[in-house]
């Protein structure tokens, strides 16, 4: 088990800002390592007008990820169905199958066991979480994509 430390640097930050951007940016980190079936044992989060920090106790290094079998949209469905359902998991026409139910014909798709890389999880969790927090009004940081609501000096994970 690890600890996942987050710390955002930036120019000073009102008060009633800077905490409401602690408590969601922490929801939002928590509801995406929670779509990942990534566990911690606790989180925390902490404010000074210039920082923003993130604490994740007890995350896992590597997680094993059970054989299962996934079920899609009726084989009657429109094409976009069975995109939507392909694209949302990774998959390729060939992974699917057909098989009869009793309401009707769906496409099923087996996904293999494996063990995911928890850091390399991260390293897409991390900037979809800073992109997904909107400031009432964000400043942009250099060249960067990442708009905040004062420059950024640092990011350190």
Do not use: C
């Amino acid at each position: 088990m690890s600890d996942l430390f987050l710390e955002l640097f930036s120019e000073e930050i009102p008060p009633k800002l800077q905490v409401d951007a602690r408590e969601k940016i922490k929801n939002i980190f928590e509801e995406n390592l929670e779509k990942k079936n990534i566990k911690f044992e606790s989180s925390n989060s902490f404010s000074t007008p210039k920082r923003l920090v993130f604490i994740f106790d007890g995350v896992p290094e590597k997680i094993e990820q059970k054989e299962k079998i996934i079920k899609g949209p009726k084989t009657a469905a429109p094409i976009t169905a069975l995109e939507g359902f392909l694209n949302s998991h990774n998959l390729k026409k060939s992974d699917i199958y057909e098989k009869d139910l009793e309401n009707g014909k769906f496409y099923f798709a087996k996904i293999e066991s494996k063990t995911i890389d928890v850091f390399e999880e991260l390293s897409s969790i991390i900037p979809n979480v800073l992109r997904s927090y909107s400031w009432k009004k964000a400043m942009k940081w250099s060249t960067y994509d990442l708009s905040w609501g004062r420059p950024l000096k640092l990011i350190s994970a």
